[in-house]
């Protein structure tokens, strides 16, 4: 049964910084492209990065987020600097089979999902 479990949401000044974990289980970890995602209130969900051998982000995180792996941990995550009231929202955990390049950046490129965690900003 493949489980994604984000954890390390919550509420953060303008300017903090958060991280957030994913432990996937169920499926081949080391040889599938895993990503973050998140929705705000009314909004679309939207990429926010992805990883296979190096990470890949949308232009509104990049140089703020860093996205990571631990292949034998079966984790992924995100490290979120310099966080603006606009990051506020739900982010989701994805996994996709394989390597494909580049790494799918829509939500239909993904297989899995986990349940979300939200991250609010204050200013």
């Known amino acids: 049964q493949v489980q994604l479990v984000e954890s390390g949401g919550g509420l953060v000044q303008a300017g903090g910084s958060l991280t957030l974990s994913c432990a996937a289980s169920?499926?081949?970890?080391?040889?599938?492209?895993m990503a973050w995602f998140r929705q705000a209130p009314g909004k679309e969900r939207e990429f926010v990065a992805a990883i296979t051998w190096a990470g890949t982000y949308a232009d509104s995180v990049k140089g703020r987020f860093t996205i990571s792996r631990d292949n034998l941990g079966h984790t992924v995550y995100l490290q979120m600097n310099s966080l603006k009231p606009e990051d506020t929202a739900v982010y989701y955990c994805?996994?996709?089979?394989?390597?494909?390049?580049?790494?799918?950046?829509?939500?239909?490129?993904?297989?899995?999902w986990g349940q979300g965690t939200q991250v609010t900003v204050s200013s």
């Open positions: 169920g499926f081949t970890f080391s040889t599938s492209t």
């Open positions: 994805a996994a996709a089979h394989g390597f494909p390049l580049p790494p799918p950046t829509t939500a239909r490129g993904y297989d899995y």
